[in-house]
């Protein structure tokens, strides 16, 4: 298998519009989820077709906020996509609201076979899951590694999958490779392995393995945290795969979409809950069309 630098996924033809199924949460306040995922694949051209997991009043990292879970409406909403002939390019998941919602994934995996898999398990961050995610959630989860023709962890969500220690985000690449290869070997196609942080470094490092090896991008480490950073770089990556990048070449945009979005976040108030200020970088990836 060719390297993440020789590796293309999607081919673009002509005016064509790629649709893709974005099978994530919608939250009314704060930067994250499908509120992301829309306009990011949008303005690459890319026709995004809805499936929302769980409605949210904003997201998990306020104190208080209201879940509703959508699973029960979820096979008469993909019975209907079926009525109207919708055909898919991709299927890009990320954020989900019961483990019974894995089983819509796979419909969509079974009646569109062509389609592009994109699995962003978003799970946790910083060593520890997200409050909403139950031990049968995570497991459920895994059984999206085998077939993904991309996987998105950020190192809490690697170590979850595959068992191996959460060791923070300071690690060396013989554990990166560790990781990756114990994902590759889970049945995943490629993994972009997000948010390695060494000290002394002042970066921010993101992996990309195929069976074919290892190989990195990096940006400037800001010195803040931010919700709905994961979102972005998945919708990046997403973005720059449809508009026929390489798999590195997508790792390195999105990386840096999140590092220039982070910069303008800090000048917003609230920014700390807010979420990542994607909005006034949209134009870098309509520029991925030209």
């Known amino acids: 298998m060719p390297v993440a630098?020789?590796?293309y996924l999607y081919q673009r033809e002509g005016n064509y519009l790629p649709?893709?199924?974005?099978?994530?949460d919608l939250c009314g306040y704060g930067n994250c989820s499908l509120g992301v995922a829309?306009?990011?694949l949008s303005c690459a051209g890319i026709d995004v077709c809805?499936?929302?997991?769980?409605?949210?009043?904003?997201?998990?990292?306020?104190?208080?906020?209201?879940m509703l879970d959508t699973t029960p409406m979820l096979g008469a909403y993909l019975d209907a996509w079926r009525q109207h002939g919708?055909?898919?390019?991709?299927?890009y998941s990320g954020f989900l609201g019961s483990a019974e919602q894995v089983a819509a994934i796979r419909r969509l995996y079974d009646e569109y076979p062509h389609a592009l898999r994109i699995v962003d398990p978003?799970?946790?961050?910083?060593?520890?899951?997200?409050?909403?995610?139950?031990?049968?959630?995570?497991?459920?989860?895994?059984?999206?590694?085998?077939?993904?023709?991309v996987l998105t962890p950020n190192l809490t969500e690697a170590s979850i999958l595959t068992g191996i220690p959460y060791e923070g985000a300071d690690v060396d690449e013989a554990y990166v490779r560790r990781m990756a290869d114990a994902l590759l070997a889970m049945g995943a196609k490629s993994v972009v392995l997000k948010g390695?942080?060494?000290?002394?470094?002042?970066?921010?490092?993101?992996y990309a393995a195929t069976a074919g090896g290892l190989e990195s991008t990096s940006d400037e480490l800001l010195p803040y945290m931010l919700h709905g950073t994961g979102d972005l770089f998945a919708s990046g990556l997403t973005a720059a795969?449809?508009?026929?990048?390489?798999?590195?070449?997508?790792?390195?945009?999105?990386?840096?979409l999140v590092s220039d979005a982070m910069a303008v976040s800090c000048d917003q108030p609230g920014y700390e809950l807010r979420g990542v200020s994607f909005q006034s970088v949209l134009g870098d990836v309509t520029a991925l069309l030209a």
């Open 50 to 66: 809805s499936v929302p997991t769980s409605l949210f009043s904003a997201h998990t990292k306020f104190p208080g906020f209201y």
């Open 196 to 206: 390695i942080v060494r000290a002394g470094e002042g970066v921010i490092r993101n």
């Open 38 to 40: 829309i306009p990011v």
């Open 5 to 7: 630098s020789d590796l």
């Open 86 to 91: 919708v055909d898919l390019d991709g299927v």
């Open 19 to 24: 649709r893709v199924a974005a099978v994530h």
């Open 122 to 149: 978003v799970m946790g961050d910083n060593g520890s899951r997200y409050p909403t995610y139950t031990d049968e959630m995570c497991e459920a989860t895994r059984g999206l590694v085998e077939g993904a023709d």
């Open 241 to 256: 795969i449809y508009c026929g990048r390489s798999l590195l070449d997508a790792v390195s945009f999105a990386g840096a």
